[in-house]
């Protein structure tokens, strides 16, 4: 395993500047999940905060 990726945070979203890109991990120590509705109640209601675009994708 790559010594940036984190095995702890799996991540799927090659657009994302933290993304490990030759495998499917987030390169950060920790991310941030925030909720977008007053209540979360389903996975729906809630985002990756730490997510910024990889540059290639501006």
């Keep these: 395993m790559d ?5 702890s945070i799996g991540c799927v979203v090659t657009e994302c500047k ?11 120590d920790k991310i941030m999940v925030g909720k977008n ?4 109640s389903k996975s729906e ?8 675009v990889r540059d290639s994708y501006k």
């Design 3 to 7: 010594k940036n990726q984190n095995p």
């Design 37 to 40: 509705e007053s209540f979360s």
């Design 45 to 52: 209601d809630t985002d990756c905060e730490s997510f910024i």
């Design 18 to 28: 933290y993304h490990a890109q030759n495998a499917d991990y987030c390169t950060l």
